[in-house]
Protein backbone atom coordinates (compact mmCIF):
# COMPACT_ATOMS: atom_id res chain seq x y z
CA UNK A 1 0.00 0.00 0.00
CA UNK A 2 1.25 3.17 -1.17
CA UNK A 3 1.57 6.28 1.98
CA UNK A 4 -1.51 7.62 2.60
CA UNK A 5 -2.45 11.50 2.93
CA UNK A 6 -3.87 12.82 6.32
CA UNK A 7 -6.20 15.45 7.23
CA UNK A 8 -6.67 16.72 10.49
CA UNK A 9 -10.31 14.68 10.42
CA UNK A 10 -8.42 11.54 9.66
CA UNK A 11 -5.68 11.97 12.37
CA UNK A 12 -8.67 12.41 15.04
CA UNK A 13 -10.17 8.84 13.85
CA UNK A 14 -7.54 6.79 12.87
CA UNK A 15 -4.28 8.55 15.24
CA UNK A 16 -5.62 10.58 18.32
CA UNK A 17 -8.85 12.44 19.17
CA UNK A 18 -6.27 15.64 20.74
CA UNK A 19 -9.60 17.88 20.58
CA UNK A 20 -11.15 15.79 23.35
CA UNK A 21 -8.60 13.36 24.91
CA UNK A 22 -5.62 14.39 27.41
CA UNK A 23 -3.94 11.21 27.50
CA UNK A 24 -2.50 9.77 24.28
CA UNK A 25 -4.41 7.18 23.50
CA UNK A 26 -3.48 5.68 20.15
CA UNK A 27 -6.88 4.66 17.81
CA UNK A 28 -4.99 2.35 15.01
CA UNK A 29 -4.66 -1.25 14.10
CA UNK A 30 -1.61 -1.63 13.59
CA UNK A 31 1.70 0.70 14.08
CA UNK A 32 2.38 4.03 11.68
CA UNK A 33 4.67 6.39 10.60
CA UNK A 34 3.83 9.97 10.01
CA UNK A 35 5.50 12.20 7.39
CA UNK A 36 5.35 15.88 8.19
CA UNK A 37 6.20 17.61 5.06
CA UNK A 38 5.55 19.89 2.61
CA UNK A 39 5.77 19.96 -1.63
CA UNK A 40 8.54 22.73 -1.56
CA UNK A 41 11.16 20.93 0.71
CA UNK A 42 14.05 19.31 -0.53
CA UNK A 43 14.79 16.84 2.18
CA UNK A 44 10.94 15.37 2.13
CA UNK A 45 11.34 15.14 -1.33
CA UNK A 46 14.63 13.40 -0.64
CA UNK A 47 12.62 10.78 1.36
CA UNK A 48 9.59 9.85 0.09
CA UNK A 49 10.90 6.90 -2.27
CA UNK A 50 12.34 5.22 0.71
CA UNK A 51 8.85 6.09 2.49
CA UNK A 52 6.91 4.67 -0.62
CA UNK A 53 9.27 1.27 -0.82
CA UNK A 54 8.80 0.60 3.04
CA UNK A 55 5.25 1.22 2.86
CA UNK A 56 5.10 -1.95 -0.09
CA UNK A 57 7.30 -3.65 2.19
CA UNK A 58 5.56 -3.50 5.68
CA UNK A 59 2.25 -3.72 4.03
CA UNK A 60 -0.37 -5.08 6.37
CA UNK A 61 2.18 -4.79 9.33
CA UNK A 62 2.65 -0.72 8.95
CA UNK A 63 0.71 2.03 7.93
CA UNK A 64 2.78 5.42 6.55
CA UNK A 65 0.99 8.52 6.55
CA UNK A 66 1.89 11.99 5.39
CA UNK A 67 0.44 15.22 6.65
CA UNK A 68 1.23 18.47 4.63
CA UNK A 69 2.22 20.69 7.01
CA UNK A 70 1.20 24.03 4.59
CA UNK A 71 -2.44 22.46 4.22
CA UNK A 72 -2.86 21.02 7.78
CA UNK A 73 -1.32 23.84 9.76
CA UNK A 74 -3.04 23.06 13.59
CA UNK A 75 -1.96 19.70 13.17
CA UNK A 76 1.61 21.01 12.78
CA UNK A 77 1.04 23.75 15.44
CA UNK A 78 -0.27 20.55 18.05
CA UNK A 79 2.73 18.93 17.62
CA UNK A 80 4.94 21.96 17.69
CA UNK A 81 6.28 21.18 13.87
CA UNK A 82 9.22 23.55 13.70
CA UNK A 83 11.38 22.00 11.03
CA UNK A 84 10.43 19.39 8.16
CA UNK A 85 10.52 16.48 7.36
CA UNK A 86 9.79 15.45 10.81
CA UNK A 87 8.51 11.84 11.50
CA UNK A 88 6.00 10.69 14.48
CA UNK A 89 6.72 7.10 15.33
CA UNK A 90 3.50 5.48 16.75
CA UNK A 91 4.42 1.67 18.55
CA UNK A 92 1.02 -0.14 19.40
CA UNK A 93 1.57 0.46 22.96
CA UNK A 94 3.31 3.53 24.62
CA UNK A 95 4.50 6.74 23.77
CA UNK A 96 5.46 8.16 20.31
CA UNK A 97 8.58 9.51 19.20
CA UNK A 98 9.77 12.29 16.97
CA UNK A 99 12.61 12.55 15.03
CA UNK A 100 12.99 15.73 12.79
CA UNK A 101 15.20 16.15 9.76
CA UNK A 102 15.55 13.42 6.52
CA UNK A 103 16.83 9.65 7.62
CA UNK A 104 18.20 7.42 5.46
CA UNK A 105 15.74 4.20 4.50
CA UNK A 106 18.05 2.07 7.09
CA UNK A 107 17.30 3.94 9.96
CA UNK A 108 13.42 3.91 9.23
CA UNK A 109 13.72 0.01 8.94
CA UNK A 110 16.13 -0.12 12.32
CA UNK A 111 13.08 1.87 13.95
CA UNK A 112 9.97 0.13 12.36
CA UNK A 113 12.18 -3.54 14.00
CA UNK A 114 13.27 -2.70 17.10
CA UNK A 115 10.57 0.04 18.13
CA UNK A 116 7.10 -0.43 16.54
CA UNK A 117 6.82 -4.23 15.53
CA UNK A 118 8.65 -5.63 18.27
CA UNK A 119 5.46 -5.59 20.43
CA UNK A 120 3.59 -7.17 17.86
CA UNK A 121 5.97 -9.63 17.15
CA UNK A 122 5.61 -10.51 21.23
CA UNK A 123 1.81 -10.65 21.28
CA UNK A 124 1.93 -13.56 18.78
Known amino acids: ?8 K ?7 DYENE ?4 YNGELPAIIDFYADWCGPCRSVAP ?4 LSNEYDGKLNIFKIDTEAEQE ?13 LFIPMRGAPMMQKGA ?3 KVFKDVIEERLLWDVVEEK
Do not use: N, Y
Open 10 to 16: DFIEKIF
Open 22 to 25: KEWK
Open 75 to 87: LSEVFGIQSIPTF
Open 50 to 53: ALEE
Open 1 to 8: MATQPMTK
Open 103 to 105: LPK
